[in-house]
């Protein structure tokens, strides 16, 4: 099935630092969604985005849908223990819903 | 998040026997989906329903199969389990009129 390409694959920064990661696609989303997965459970949603340019914050996150359509980029601010976990965007196109392949962060104390 | 329950979360099973996980959801949304997930392959469309009796299939349907008599259960049925179905399985349902996908929390399965 279609992948999104999500970079980096991992991160290991130290507690307070940001982070930013990014997804692309060769053909672009009307939605990008990002996720968190924290070990041993499923996928939480974090952020939705609906429109070109679109900045959206949810805390310490925000995240962007880029103006090409088919790119969304991931920020965290001030990174803290509990944000390590897996990030995935997504996309939906039809019935169904394409996933990057993920970015592990590692969060130092 | 969105009411989804999924059982067992955890089995372990021996190759050849049949296996069902359940996935329900106490809201009435139109589509749910399986997925598979396992280390360097990130999640995989197992299969999808689109309403009770419709179904179709995803890009790793093979040796699994699915029902939906009612709105609120989606199973999945794993006909004669094999070792490389172990993997860890979510069950998820999208929301239309967000067009946001929201999960439950995992089954593990182990066949030996």
């Known amino acids: 099935g279609q992948q999104l390409n999500q970079s980096p694959q991992s991160m290991f920064i130290q507690e307070g630092e940001d982070v930013s990661m990014n997804c692309t696609s060769s053909?672009?989303?009307?939605?990008w969604l990002w996720y968190k997965q924290d070990p041993g459970e499923g996928p939480v949603l974090l952020i939705a985005?609906?429109?070109?340019?679109e900045l959206t914050s949810n805390g310490r996150l925000t995240a962007q849908f880029g103006i090409t359509r088919k790119d969304s980029f991931l920020n965290i601010s001030a990174s803290i223990p509990s944000d390590v976990g897996i990030y995935f965007c997504?996309?939906?196109?039809?019935?169904?819903?394409?996933f990057g392949t993920g970015t592990s962060l590692t969060v130092i104390p | 998040d969105a009411g989804i329950t999924q059982s067992p979360r955890h089995k372990v099973t021996e190759t050849g026997t049949p296996v069902t996980l359940r996935c329900h959801q106490t809201?009435?949304?139109?589509?749910m989906y399986w997925y598979r997930q396992d280390p360097g392959h990130g999640l995989r469309l197992i299969h999808y329903?689109?309403?009770?009796?419709?179904?179709d299939k995803g890009e790793v349907s093979d040796g699994y199969s699915v029902s939906r008599s009612k709105t609120e259960d989606f199973l999945l049925t794993l006909e004669s389990a094999t070792s490389s179905q172990t993997s860890v399985y979510f069950c998820?349902?999208?929301?239309?009129?967000?067009?946001?996908?929201?999960f439950g929390p995992g089954t593990r399965l182990t066949v030996l």
């Open positions: 998820a349902l999208a929301v239309q009129s967000t067009d946001t996908q929201y």
């Open positions: 329903s689109y309403g009770v009796k419709d179904t």
């Open positions: 985005l609906y429109k070109a340019g």
């Open positions: 809201e009435n949304h139109r589509y």
């Open positions: 053909s672009i989303f009307n939605t």
């Open positions: 997504a996309g939906p196109r039809g019935n169904q819903f394409y």
